[in-house]
């Protein structure tokens, strides 16, 4: 093997070590974690707000693709798929796969 070929596996052993001794930390720990404590609930709140700010990110200054749709076309079907998800009972099926539809057609027939 090549120098080049046995980094990269090494990469890989020592990347796929951390993310599973993380994972096994995780579930041995997850025994005495009560999921309705103030610290869970706060976790829970924090995992949240960074969520909506990537996606706020995402949908004001996109990049790549996406950047070629008008901030409004963007906009509107947030507001649609919004819509859809309270109507189907929190399915969030529905909303991405027909955000996704309805951005590519108002962004090519508008």
Same mark, same amino acid.
């Given at each position: ?9 090494? !990469? %890989? ?13 995780? &579930? &041995?720990? #997850?025994? /005495?974690?009560?999921? /309705? #404590? /103030? ?6 709140? %924090? ?14 200054? +996109? ?7 008008? =901030?409004?076309?963007?906009?509107? !079907? ?9 109507? #189907?009972? /929190?399915?969030? !099926?529905? +909303?991405? &796969?027909?955000?996704?539809? =309805? ?8």
């Amino acid at each position: 093997m090549s120098e080049m070929s046995s980094n990269i596996i090494l !990469v %890989i052993l020592v990347t796929s070590f951390a993310t599973y001794l993380s994972r096994f930390l995780g &579930v &041995v720990s #997850s025994e /005495k974690i009560d999921a /309705k #404590s /103030k610290i869970f609930r706060w976790f829970n709140c %924090i995992a949240y707000s960074i969520l909506a700010a990537l996606i706020a990110r995402i949908v004001i200054f +996109p990049a790549g693709v996406l950047e070629e749709a008008d =901030l409004w076309l963007r906009l509107i !079907v947030i507001i649609i798929s919004i819509i859809i998800f309270i109507i #189907s009972k /929190k399915n969030l !099926v529905y +909303p991405t &796969v027909l955000s996704a539809i =309805l951005l590519t057609l108002l962004n090519n027939y508008l």
